[in-house]
């Protein structure tokens, strides 16, 4: 299949952005997708791997009309992979970032971004990756929903806790909220993972706000960071 990379280094992506000594880049191949991840396992004999994923990325332009490539533009979730000390760290991207093949469609980051080819493709990433490992899954914006949804679909993936930051945790709310069209290509959360967790909602978020946050979780799941933005959570402490 005839391959277009966009972004074969980070540092290609987001300004100059480039991840730190330690990480590598490696693809990985899913039935319907390849996926852009960087890794940093410094002890394999460690049974846990913390895995960070990408939320929606730069899926529409300022005046909400679908672009062409998805590849975030922020760098909010590579800088808090970066800045983990843990032993065993992985980022990975969401379909058709960094990565565009013959299968990407404009769809898989619009109305379908939460279909089940997506999430089983993010799934099917993780897996290769973990093997038999533990798990702490986090998941940022529309990467919550994305997380979540491999939990409840993987249960038997060894998920330690589930963290989300800015995170979209039932998307019919979401749209109902602001008056958007629904998104009648993805599959939505009607229950959490019944897993630890902890969800970092931000008091200047106006995408994720705080009162839609407290809709879908549980209070004492919450945290909010009174003067974090959607993109700007500041220097975030997850594991303090």
């Known amino acids: 299949m005839k391959k277009i990379w966009l972004c074969f280094l980070l540092s290609a992506c987001g300004g100059n952005w480039i991840m730190p000594d330690g990480f590598q880049y490696v693809p990985i191949k899913t039935d319907n997708y390849e996926i852009a991840t960087w890794q940093k396992i410094n002890n394999v004999k460690n049974n846990t791997l913390h895995v960070y994923i990408e939320g929606d990325g730069h899926a529409f ?25 843990f032993a065993n760290v992985v980022y990975i991207a969401r379909p058709c970032q960094f990565i565009m093949d013959e299968n990407c469609s404009q769809t898989d980051w619009t109305d379908g971004r939460f279909s089940q080819k997506i999430i089983d493709a993010e799934s099917a990433a993780i897996k290769q990756i973990a093997k038999n490992k533990h798990i702490v899954l986090i998941g940022y914006s529309g990467g919550a929903m994305v997380s979540g949804l491999i939990i409840k679909q993987n249960p038997k993936m060894k998920v330690d806790k589930w963290i989300t930051i800015a995170g979209v945790l039932n998307h019919k709310k979401w749209t109902q909220y602001f008056g958007d069209e629904p998104l009648n290509k993805s599959i939505d959360m009607d229950a959490l993972p019944n897993v630890p967790q902890i969800h970092f909602v931000g008091g200047r978020d106006y995408i994720v706000p705080y009162d839609l946050a407290k809709s879908w979780a549980e209070p004492k799941d919450i945290k909010l960071i009174q003067n ?8 975030l402490k997850i594991f303090d």
């Open 228 to 235: 974090a933005k959607h993109d700007d959570f500041g220097n």
């Open 61 to 85: 332009d300022a005046y909400g009309r679908p672009t062409n490539d998805p590849t975030p533009r922020g760098t909010l979730v590579r800088d808090l992979a970066a800045a983990d000390n």
